[in-house]
Structures are given as C-alpha cells and as structure tokens.
C-alpha cells in the first residue's frame, strides 16, 4: 500500500525558516496532487496549500509547496516563522484512486 | 460562504449501527466529490471514503470495506455515511471534505464502548 512518511517533529524559532517533508513510499509522487493541511488542537484540519503549491486565499505567502521528484517526496516551507503557526500539519495525496494521508509533522514553534 | 456541516455522531455498542449526515451550502453541491475523514484520539487524519459527484462511484479504504458505505442526496445537498459492525477502533471524530479537501467540517465525534 502507498504511504506517505513525514518527520515526526521538527522545531525552529520564530522568524526563522521550517520545511517539512512527505516522502511517498513508491511511484511517483508527481503524478498526483499534493495537498498540504494544518491543524491546531481541538479544530478542524485547514489547508494550507492544494495542488502542490498552490495556496486557498487567506493564507499568507509565508506557506509554500514543492515537489522534488528526484526523492519522491514534497515539501512544505514556512518562512518568517510566527507563534500561531505551532500545529500538527499533514501532507495528502491519492493513488488508483485511493486517498492516502501523511503520518503527520508536530511543528513547534520556540 | 461555504460550509459543511456534519451530524449523527454519539455513543454506539460494538456491533452497532450509526448513520452520519453531512450538510453543505454555499456551492454547488452536485459538481463535486465527497470524502470522509476520521481521527482517532491523539492520532492522525485517516481517509475512509469517498463519493463521485453522481454518486455513481464510491471508494472505501480496506479498513471500513464492507462495514462502511457512503451515498449522497443532491437534491438535500447531503452526503451520509452509514457504520455498521463498529468497532472500538473505529472511535474517532469523522470530518466530511469538499472535493480536493479545501473545504472541511467541524467534525462529529462517534465513540464505539460497551
């Protein structure tokens, strides 16, 4: 089955610059979209960024998507790191119809 | 503005039966697919099923096949989905998604315990 792996966790201060990986098991990862989905305690997932690096209008232009075929994987950057941007976020993608989740990145932000 | 919004969530035996309801508003709901989508407590998104625009196809993952079915009224604007044989595993907070998941609900908590 098709998997989608993320670190754990990662950690940066503020201002700073995060990127978060999502590396699919098999395939390749270009062939179908990536979304990318943050998610504070206690809400509902919102997304951040569809169709690779493509962002829903509200969120700032600090969030960017990528895709890297060489490694199979996606990315997802956070610049100019701010407080509220201390989340879980998950990468999503599908396979032979299929919608795959990634195991989800606990970003905290000190 | 659009919105989704789901119900039917609530304590459930094992083996038991619950249907979920979906609502949604501000779009035209019969040009896109739906998908459900559960998170257990303290772990993560788990996709569980998905409808065409039509209704005509439908997508379940392995791990509700056979105990779960999704279906939709277009003209209710209403997508559903119906648990049977649940399991204590299946405890989670179920989200229903807009087509391309820009578009999610609050989500409705269903608790499988004897």
């Known amino acids: 089955n098709f998997m989608l792996t993320q670190p754990h966790s990662v950690s940066e201060s503020p201002g700073k610059t995060v990127t978060i990986s999502c590396t699919g098991s098999?395939?390749?990862?270009?062939?179908?979209?990536v979304q990318w989905f943050q998610q504070r305690p206690g809400s509902a997932p919102t997304t951040v960024i569809y169709?690779?690096?493509?962002?829903p209008s509200g969120v700032p232009d600090r969030f960017s998507g990528s895709i890297d075929r060489s490694a199979n994987s996606a990315s997802l950057t956070v610049s100019g790191l701010k407080t509220e941007d201390e989340a879980d976020y998950y990468c999503?993608?599908?396979?032979?119809?299929?919608?795959?989740f990634g195991t989800g990145t606990k970003l905290t932000v000190l | 503005e659009v919105q989704l919004e789901e119900s039917g969530g609530g304590l459930v035996q094992p083996g038991g039966s619950l249907r979920l309801s979906c609502a949604a508003s501000?779009?035209?709901?019969?040009?896109?697919?739906m998908s459900w989508v559960r998170q257990a407590p303290g772990g993560g998104l788990e996709w569980v099923s998905a409808?065409?625009?039509?209704?005509?196809?439908?997508y379940h993952a392995d791990s509700v096949e056979g105990r779960f079915s999704i279906s939709r009224d277009n003209s209710k604007n209403t997508v559903f989905l119906q648990m049977n044989s649940l399991r204590a595993e299946d405890t989670a907070v179920y989200y229903c998604?807009?087509?391309?998941?820009?578009?999610w609900g609050q989500g409705t908590l269903v608790t499988v315990t004897s």
């Open positions: 998604a807009k087509d391309g998941y820009l578009v």
């Open positions: 501000g779009f035209t709901f019969s040009n896109y697919a």
């Open positions: 409808i065409s625009d039509s209704g005509a196809m439908t």
């Open positions: 098999s395939g390749d990862i270009a062939s179908n979209y």
């Open positions: 169709e690779d690096n493509q962002r």
């Open positions: 999503q993608s599908y396979d032979n119809g299929i919608h795959v």
